[in-house]
């Protein structure tokens, strides 16, 4: 009888300690990261990302528009005084090869919704770390920053990711920078913050090249302006 009590008193205590740890990972679950608040949904879609390639053929036609030698015909009036008599007004065309001048402002403005697509189209070619999973992201461009959400799924661990990303200048090209991640309560590993860190596809979303000097980001309302000049 008292092996019967003792084997009951076990039981009920590993249930009740069952019940703690799913009450608690329950808690932490429910509890999303503080930044995904600030984050609203947008539609990702191809025409947007296409739309944004688009954008930086026209940057990148510009460039090279600048950087071409360029041939003007030349005319105009002068006196010839060689012949005897009067001094006449002959008509003289020549034909000059100009070369190009630096320093043309260019400039390209990138929708949210564009920036978005194109994240997420990025996101289906990374290689992602074995058990870790991402949900559909979300991507705003206000007050100077990008915000980003998405649901992450790790091992038995899942939640909603939040990350703060800059876009600064280095060495005259735009390059972004996550500045915050937040995953939430639950214990997420740092080597997973790091991996997501470097989930956004930089070279597809900024199409630049070391021709153009950009001089100015402006992020704000949805939308990203880089504005520079050519070297």
């Known amino acids: 009888m008292k092996t019967i009590k003792v084997i009951g008193i076990v039981t009920g205590s590993i249930i009740v300690l069952a019940l703690i740890i799913v009450g608690v990972v329950w808690f932490m679950m429910s509890r999303p990261s503080k930044l995904t608040k600030n984050v609203t949904p947008v539609v990702a879609n191809t025409a947007a990302a296409q739309s944004l390639d688009t954008k930086w053929q026209?940057?990148?036609?510009?460039?090279?528009?600048?950087?071409?030698?360029?041939?003007?015909?030349?005319?105009?009036?002068?006196?010839?005084?060689?012949?005897?008599?009067?001094p006449v007004t002959v008509t003289v065309t020549q034909t000059e090869v100009r070369?190009?001048?630096?320093?043309?402002?260019?400039?390209?403005?990138?929708?949210?919704?564009?920036?978005?697509?194109?994240?997420?189209?990025?996101?289906?070619?990374?290689?992602?770390?074995?058990?870790?999973?991402?949900?559909?992201?979300?991507?705003?461009?206000?007050?100077?920053?990008?915000?980003?959400?998405?649901?992450?799924?790790?091992?038995?661990?899942?939640?909603?990711?939040?990350?703060?990303?800059?876009?600064?200048?280095?060495?005259?090209?735009?390059?972004?920078?996550?500045?915050?991640?937040?995953?939430?309560?639950?214990?997420?590993?740092?080597?997973?913050?790091?991996?997501?860190k470097n989930l956004i596809p930089q070279d597809a979303l900024f199409q630049t090249n070391n021709s153009f000097q950009a001089h100015s980001i402006i992020i704000a309302n949805g939308l990203l302006t880089i504005q520079g000049v050519t070297k």
């Open 99 to 196: 070369t190009p001048t630096a320093g043309i402002p260019i400039s390209v403005t990138l929708t949210q919704e564009e920036v978005d697509s194109k994240i997420n189209d990025g996101l289906k070619t990374v290689n992602l770390p074995p058990g870790l999973t991402i949900g559909k992201m979300n991507v705003n461009l206000t007050d100077g920053k990008l915000l980003l959400a998405a649901t992450v799924r790790y091992s038995v661990l899942s939640g909603n990711a939040g990350m703060v990303a800059s876009v600064d200048l280095v060495n005259g090209q735009p390059v972004i920078t996550v500045t915050n991640i937040d995953l939430g309560a639950l214990p997420f590993p740092q080597s997973l913050k790091d991996q997501l």
């Open 58 to 86: 026209t940057f990148q036609d510009q460039i090279a528009q600048a950087a071409t030698p360029t041939t003007v015909v030349v005319t105009q009036q002068v006196v010839d005084s060689s012949k005897p008599g009067t």
